[in-house]
Every structure is written in C-alpha cells, then in structure tokens.
C-alpha cells in the first residue's frame, strides 16, 4: 500500500527549513553568550527590559517564550545580581514592573554585540532586499499563523 500523500518532504517543507535556521541561530547564540554567563533567556529578558522598561514578569516570560515560572526564578538571580531592580510592592494590580541598572544596561551592551555579530554572519549571503524580503516573509507567515489559532472551526 503506498504512503503517498501522508507526512511531510523535508527536503521542501518551509516550517521545517524554518526549524532547522531556528535551531541553528540558538545554538550560534548559545555558544557566544556561553562565554559571558549568559543564555538566551537571560539576554531576551535584557534585551526587552531595555526596549520596554517597567516590563513585570508576565510580560516578559511571553516576550522570552518561557513559562512565569522559569522568568521570576531568572528575575530573582538577576535582581541579586544587580543587573535588575523591581519594586517591593505593585503599583498597581499584582504585576511588579522590572526595570535595567546600569550593571544590566552594561552587561548587555556586550551580549548585543555578540548576538549582532551572529545576526551578521546568518545573513552575509543575503543581499538588502533579500533580508527585506525573508523579514516580510517571516512577519506574514507569523501574522497567518495567530490569525488562525483566533478562528474556530465551522
């Protein structure tokens, strides 16, 4: 009996193709963030805190794809560390808005340098309008994708 038609060629599927460059822009961040103490999630929890201060724990775990959980535990170190500071009590509501210090501020400036030199290599084949384009891309796909997961089944 043949299985044409059932599972997914590999060799042409985008999603895959898009798994793989994930995978492989983590491990190249992985390995240059190693050397300074840091992870991924350590450097999207600055990297957003520098975009969006005042961020509380909520937000930033979505904005770092990980559960509350593993956020608080990564925002208690880095709060002992000194690289953050969140207020004793909230201003409003429960959510404790979580701001750089300096400390942070410098330590991220050197782990943005890092990440953009990654950035940098992943791109060097592709020319400006190819970047555009792949960026375009990558938004639209993302885009039909939460439009989706919103509609329900007739």
Not at 40 to 68: D, H
């Given at each position: ?37 840091m992870n991924v999630t350590y450097y999207s ?110």
């Amino acid at each position: 009996m043949s299985q044409e038609g059932v599972g997914i060629d590999l060799e042409a599927s985008v999603g895959y193709a898009l798994k793989e460059a994930s995978s492989a822009l983590r491990a190249a961040m992985e390995e240059v963030l190693r050397p300074l103490g840091m992870n991924v999630t350590y450097y999207s929890c600055l990297e957003l805190l520098r975009q969006r201060p005042g961020l509380s724990n909520s937000e930033l775990a979505r904005g770092a794809f990980v559960t509350r959980q593993a956020m608080n535990v990564l925002l208690q170190t880095l709060e002992r560390d000194g690289y953050v500071t969140r207020a004793s009590a909230a201003p409003t509501g429960r959510a404790l808005p979580t701001r750089l210090t300096t400390r942070g501020r410098r330590r991220l400036q050197t782990a943005s340098s890092a990440i953009r030199a990654v950035e940098n290599r992943m791109l060097i084949g592709l020319d400006e309008a190819e970047r555009a384009a792949v960026f375009r891309a990558l938004q639209k796909m993302t885009q039909s994708l939460h439009d989706a997961a919103g509609e329900t089944d007739p």
